[in-house]
Every structure is written in structure tokens, then in C-alpha cells.
């Protein structure tokens, strides 16, 4: 059983509303990671897969849960929006395991006060979607939400037709983003922001939490934290595609799976997102908007960092102007991870800059292309590369071997999780989790031979041009 915490509603009664749940017709339980329950202590034998699917669609309430929606506003393409808030997701609570508090939500699980014109639900697509995406990210080392369950709820949602819908249920440290704190500086309430940032240092950031100068220590960590991750994404070819303020975390975890995509064929501005259309968050784009974004985080400290707004002003933009670094930094490290080095190797700008060309005029698949450098093939690029491997002492051997664990042979690939989606709405969940399991394992260079569907690269028939939220 799940014996929750209700952390986040010791924050004062504005910071949320009350949700109700329940009310679906018949629930079932599609996929329970039994893996993060076990990472998280949660025990849920005495349970029937019937009860558990009550659980996590909000039919049935966990013991001392009482769900809330948060509050928060947020900057959507450039544009700030006042108030967004939990529209289709209810907090139901924290689960505490080795002294880290996690949170526990439906999403799609019915309207609360910040619903808007929505309905609050969620079809099946988008629940499968973010079930593969984000465990695949976990498992390749990338800070993220987590899936704990996806279950249909047996009534139908409208969206342009009519589709089964689904109730996905996530994990993170916190949903708190940028927009909560853009939330309460819309509203000038500047004890809610120090109320919230105390409540960020304490679980995420405890080491600061004496600090004297703990705003902007508080600044500087979460910085640090989003650069080294959209790092993280760059080295993958992920492309987030929908980096509003309201969808960063203060925790670095990768929130929100909407339109996102793996980009197939290497290419620069690269974006799936059918919304984004003028390329806002294209994949070259990301570490431009990530500093964009942390720069609104800035704006909501203004008075807090000191009492001399210039001065506080002249400090936030210094530590601003530092964000590229971060992230050039993470950046090089994780690239220089995915060829083979341990450290970032000297001169490494030169090396990374023809990796780039080379992927740009090959047209090449990008996550292939480093499976390929394992076939130690010679070519213009490889020759390079094998310069700087030498003059840094490491074998070819020794960095195919460090690749291998780095590298990973399958993804969620766009093509194959939209394939995975049409058999679940015809009822087949098989195809579903059998990728799941496969996306267990990244790295097994097996799957090249026995899933080899699921490592190659969308034929032009199979390419998905767009992708939507769905929601
Ligand atoms: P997102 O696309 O997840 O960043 O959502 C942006 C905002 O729209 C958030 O406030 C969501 O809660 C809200 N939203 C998205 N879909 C729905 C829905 N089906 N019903 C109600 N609110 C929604
Ligand atoms: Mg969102």
C-alpha cells in the first residue's frame, strides 16, 4: 500500500486547489514499472491489478491522500500566460524513500480549477508516449520525470475524434518549475516566492539552505542543474519541443512529454513540434532558450538578491552571462563521453566542430552514426578522431569498449512510438510493453540483430514530420 505525504500543502492554501477524483466508468491497468517501485519502496502486493487500476486513475484515494492542482503561470512561445496551473493533473501526494521526498500525480485524471476550456483528460497516445519517452531517458542517464503507471480509464475523450482515454501516473522530486515562481511575481507576492524557494532549497538544494546570500546560491545551483541537462539532450538528439517556462523544472528533471521527439537525420534546427512553428525550440535552439527561460527564473528574484535593485541586477546578469559556460562545459563532457575519452580532451572544440560537419553533410542518423564509429571504418572524420584518441593515449579498443556503454543501439524512436500507439488504441498493448522492455536495456549492441526494427532509422514512408501534444 501507499502510505503518502502531503509535503507540498504544508505551503500556504494559495500555492494550490483541492482536487476531486473518481467518476471513471472501468478502469485497467496497462503497465506498472515494477522496477521504480522498487527503487521507491512502494509495496504494492496486497493489491489486484483491479484495485491498482482504481488507484491510478483517482477512483480510489491512497491512504491520508488528498489531491491538489498547483498553481502556476508561465511563458508559453515568448508569451506570458498569468495563470496555467494543474489542468489535468492532481498531486496525490509524496512518497519518502531514503530520505528524498517524491511526488506522486495523475495525469489526465479529470478538470481541477486551473482546467480552463480543457477537460482534464488525457488520451491513451499521449500516456504511452511519455511512459516510453521518459523511462528511456532515465535508463540513459538524463534527470527525468518517471513513470510509474499508465492505465486506460474505459470512458472515451473527444479530441478530433473520439479516443480511448488514459490516466499516466509520473514521479518527480517536484513539479515545481519556473512558473510557479513566475506565478506569485505576476502577483507581486514576494513572501510566497521566498516561501517557495525555501521550500526548493530543502528538497533539492539542502546543502545551501544556510547560505547567507541563498537566492542567488539558489539561482546558481538550478542553473547548473538545467544546463548540465538540456546538455544531456543535446548529446542525445532530443529534441524537448516545448521548453516554455512552465515546463522546467527548479529540480533539472525533464518534464513534459508532449511533442518531443529523437531526432532521426542529423539536422541543425531540426523540430517535430507542429506548434512550433517558426522553430522556437528547435534542437539548436535549446541552449538558447534554456538561458532565456532561466533569465525569467532571474526576474522573479529582482528584489530578493538585494535590496539595491541595480545592484541585484548587475549580479543576476553576471551570473547569467555564466549559463553558456555551464552548459559548453557539460556539453563538451557528455560528446567527448560519446567518443570514447574519459575527460574532455585537449582542443576538443576542433574535433566536436568537424563531428558536426560531418553528421551535417552526411545527413547521417544520429544515434547510429556513433554505432558506426565502432565498425572502425577509416574515413575523414574517423582519421580525426583517431589523431586526438592517440594523442590522449587511449586505444581505439579501449574507446569502442567505453562507447558501447555510452552509445546507446535503440531509442524511442518517433516512428516506432506512434506504431506503438495505433495497436494500443486497437486494443493491442503487447507491441507497448514489449518496446518498454527493450528500452530496459539501451546499450545491448544484441538489439541490433534481434530488434533491429527498433535501431534503424524511420524509411521515408515511416518518417514522422509532426508531432502534437495530443492532449
Ligand atoms: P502543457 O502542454 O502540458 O505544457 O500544458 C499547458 C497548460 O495547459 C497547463 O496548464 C495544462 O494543465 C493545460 N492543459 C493541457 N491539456 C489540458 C486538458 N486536456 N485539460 C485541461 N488543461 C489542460
Ligand atoms: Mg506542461
Given at each position: 500500500m501507499l502510505n503518502l505525504k502531503q509535503d507540498f500543502q504544508k505551503l500556504p492554501s494559495h500555492f494550490y486547489r483541492?482536487?476531486?477524483?473518481?467518476?471513471?466508468?472501468?478502469?485497467?491497468?496497462?503497465?506498472?514499472?515494477?522496477?521504480?517501485c522498487l527503487e521507491l519502496g512502494i509495496d504494492l502486493s496486497n493489491l489486484s491489478q483491479e484495485e491498482i487500476s482504481h488507484y491510478f486513475t483517482g477512483n480510489k484515494l491512497f491512504q491520508n491522500s488528498k489531491p491538489i492542482a498547483t498553481a502556476y503561470a508561465g511563458h508559453q512561445f515568448g508569451y506570458f500566460n498569468p495563470q496555467l496551473g494543474d489542468g489535468r493533473?492532481?498531486?496525490?501526494?509524496?512518497?519518502?524513500?531514503?530520505?528524498?521526498?517524491?511526488?506522486?500525480?495523475?495525469?489526465?485524471?479529470?478538470?481541477?480549477?486551473?482546467?480552463?476550456?480543457?477537460?482534464?483528460?488525457?488520451?491513451?497516445?499521449?500516456?504511452?508516449?511519455?511512459?516510453?519517452?521518459?523511462?528511456?531517458?532515465?535508463?540513459?542517464?538524463?534527470?527525468?520525470?518517471r513513470a510509474l503507471a499508465a492505465c486506460l480509464t474505459g470512458d472515451p475523450v473527444y479530441r478530433e475524434s473520439e479516443l480511448a482515454g488514459g490516466v499516466f501516473t509520473r514521479v518527480a522530486?517536484?513539479?515545481?518549475?519556473?512558473?510557479?515562481?513566475?506565478?506569485?511575481?505576476?502577483?507581486?507576492?514576494?513572501?510566497?516566492?521566498?516561501?517557495?524557494?525555501?521550500?526548493?532549497?530543502?528538497?533539492?538544494?539542502?546543502?545551501?539552505?544556510n547560505n547567507e546570500h541563498k537566492y542567488l546560491e539558489f539561482l546558481k545551483s538550478?542553473?547548473?542543474?538545467?544546463?548540465?541537462?538540456?546538455?544531456?539532450?543535446m548529446s542525445l538528439g532530443f529534441i524537448h519541443g516545448v521548453m516554455n517556462t512552465d515546463n522546467m523544472t527548479i529540480s533539472g528533471e525533464t518534464i513534459d512529454y508532449g511533442p518531443c521527439?529523437?531526432?532521426?537525420?542529423?539536422?541543425?534546427?531540426?523540430?517535430?513540434?507542429?506548434?512550433?512553428?517558426?522553430?522556437?525550440?528547435?534542437?539548436?535552439?535549446?541552449?538558447?532558450?534554456?538561458?532565456?527561460?532561466?533569465?525569467?527564473?532571474?526576474?522573479?528574484?529582482?528584489?530578493?538578491v538585494d535590496t539595491d535593485q541595480e545592484k541585484s541586477l548587475a549580479i543576476l546578469n553576471e551570473e547569467l552571462s555564466k549559463i553558456s559556460g555551464y552548459f559548453q562545459e557539460s556539453y563538451e563532457l557528455e560528446m567527448s563521453k560519446k567518443l570514447g575519452f574519459q575527460t574532455i580532451p585537449n582542443n576538443f572544440s576542433?574535433?566536436?566542430?568537424?563531428?558536426?560537419?560531418?553528421?551535417?553533410?552526411?545527413?547521417?542518423?544520429?544515434?547510429?552514426?556513433?554505432?558506426?564509429l565502432e565498425k572502425d571504418e577509416d574515413n575523414s572524420f574517423t582519421k580525426e578522431w583517431k589523431k586526438v584518441l592517440s594523442s590522449e593515449n587511449i586505444t581505439t579498443e579501449e574507446a569502442i569498449r567505453r562507447m558501447a556503454e555510452t552509445n546507446p543501439a535503440v531509442i524511442p524512436r518517433n516512428h516506432k512510438v506512434e506504431e506503438v500507439i495505433k495497436k494500443?488504441?486497437?486494443?493491442?498493448?503487447?507491441?507497448?510493453?514489449?518496446?518498454?522492455?527493450?528500452?530496459?536495456?539501451?546499450?545491448?549492441?544484441?538489439?541490433?540483430?534481434?530488434?533491429?526494427?527498433?535501431?534503424?532509422p524511420p524509411t521515408k514512408e515511416q518518417v514522422v514530420q509532426n508531432t502534437f501534444c495530443g492532449t
Open positions: 483541492d482536487v476531486e477524483l473518481g467518476g471513471f466508468t472501468a478502469p485497467q491497468l496497462l503497465l506498472l514499472n515494477e522496477e521504480l493533473a492532481a498531486l496525490l501526494g509524496e512518497v519518502e524513500y531514503q530520505n528524498q521526498l517524491y511526488e506522486v500525480q495523475l495525469k489526465g485524471s479529470g478538470p481541477t480549477a486551473f482546467s480552463r476550456r480543457g477537460d482534464g483528460m488525457s488520451s491513451l497516445g499521449p500516456v504511452i508516449r511519455e511512459f516510453l519517452v521518459s523511462e528511456a531517458m532515465n535508463i540513459l542517464s538524463v534527470p527525468t520525470t522530486t517536484s513539479h515545481i518549475r519556473i512558473g510557479t515562481f513566475q506565478y506569485f511575481f505576476s502577483l507581486n507576492d514576494f513572501d510566497a516566492i521566498k516561501h517557495l524557494t525555501d521550500f526548493c532549497i530543502n528538497r533539492h538544494y539542502p546543502h545551501i539552505e538550478v542553473f547548473k542543474k538545467q544546463a548540465q541537462l538540456v546538455a544531456k539532450w521527439a529523437f531526432m532521426d537525420q542529423f539536422q541543425m534546427d531540426k523540430s517535430y513540434s507542429y506548434v512550433d512553428r517558426e522553430g522556437r525550440y528547435a534542437f539548436s535552439n535549446q541552449p538558447k532558450i534554456l538561458q532565456w527561460n532561466l533569465a525569467r527564473l532571474a526576474d522573479c528574484f529582482l528584489s530578493l576542433i574535433l566536436l566542430n568537424q563531428l558536426i560537419n560531418t553528421l551535417d553533410t552526411t545527413k547521417s542518423d544520429y544515434t547510429n552514426f556513433f554505432l558506426s494500443s488504441y486497437q486494443g493491442d498493448f503487447e507491441p507497448f510493453k514489449k518496446f518498454h522492455e527493450i528500452l530496459k536495456n539501451p546499450f545491448n549492441r544484441d538489439h541490433l540483430a534481434q530488434n533491429s526494427d527498433f535501431c534503424k
